[in-house]
């Protein structure tokens, strides 16, 4: 089975104090074995999320990460800095970072190889602009990110990482893939990951949606079959909606691993 997995993207939101509220709203809600619970503040907050964490299920996770372990990179955090306060998770090449601090693939390669290299669970973001969908071009964004950034990675190290599907007209805007939008997507990154590195590991691995998934829609979408949870950015900001999709996820059908 793959097991669902709903991470919270806090962005560049968020207080100490308003942090730890959060936080005790959603021990109280999301703390469940059925599905794997993260959330990702900025990294002001992350050494007092730890802390409020504490005794629950609920994972942390940081919005990003610097490739090297330490030296003159200055304002970057590493990836021994994230383990040691206690991240387990990572995104990586978000579309916001992507769009306006000019990530690109081979920085996203770079960042999910050190996080993988420091035990970090990277959650790796792909997907189109609007104007590429529109030119028919989606299939061919996902094939050159997946290899820009996967495309050296052992059998081994895919099956660690979590990709995140997350079209950039979708992100922050309101307006969600459809289901079936999600899961042709999908489809297609798992049968890329397939041909590449075979059928075991094709399903082994966990893809996410994210782009403005909300209480309302997140049942429709986690029902998809390839789809193995949500990267959820507004929503995440409060506990009743990020709970109810949670919630949601734990009544989605599992996703069996076919072969
Ligand atoms: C995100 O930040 O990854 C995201 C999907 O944001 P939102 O849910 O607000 O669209």
């Avoid at 469940?32 to 996770?61: H, Y």
């Avoid at 209480?215 to 709970?243: H, K, T």
């Amino acid at each position: 089975m793959r097991k669902p997995i709903i991470a919270g993207n806090w962005k560049c939101h968020l207080t100490l104090q308003e942090a730890s509220a959060l936080i005790a709203g959603l021990k109280d809600s999301c703390d469940t074995d059925a599905v794997e619970v993260v959330v990702c503040p900025p990294f002001t907050a992350l050494a007092t999320a730890a802390q409020s964490l504490k005794g629950s299920r609920i994972r942390l996770g940081a919005q990003d990460v610097f490739w090297e372990p330490h030296g003159a990179f200055t304002g970057e955090i590493s990836p021994t800095m994230l383990v040691d306060v206690g991240c387990r998770y990572v995104v990586v090449g978000h579309s916001e970072r992507r769009t306006h601090f000019g990530e690109s693939d081979q920085s996203v390669q770079r960042k999910l190889l050190a996080a993988l290299k420091y035990a970090l669970v990277p959650i790796v973001c792909i997907g189109e602009t609007l104007a590429e969908r529109d030119a028919n071009l989606t299939f061919n964004v996902l094939t050159r990110q997946l290899e820009g950034a996967l495309g050296t990675l052992s059998t081994d190290e895919v099956r660690r990482l979590i990709l995140a599907y997350e079209p950039v007209w979708a992100i922050g805007t309101g307006r969600n893939a459809s289901p079936g939008q999600a899961q042709e997507a999908h489809a297609f990154i798992r049968k890329w990951l397939a041909t590449r590195w075979g059928l075991e590991a094709g399903d082994a691995v966990r893809i996410q949606y994210g782009g403005s998934v909300n209480a309302a829609n997140a049942a429709g979408l986690l029902q998809q079959p390839d789809v193995d949870g949500a990267l959820v950015g507004g929503a995440s900001l409060s506990a009743e909606a990020f709970a109810a999709i949670v919630r949601a996820a734990v009544e989605a059908p599992s996703k069996a691993i076919t072969r």
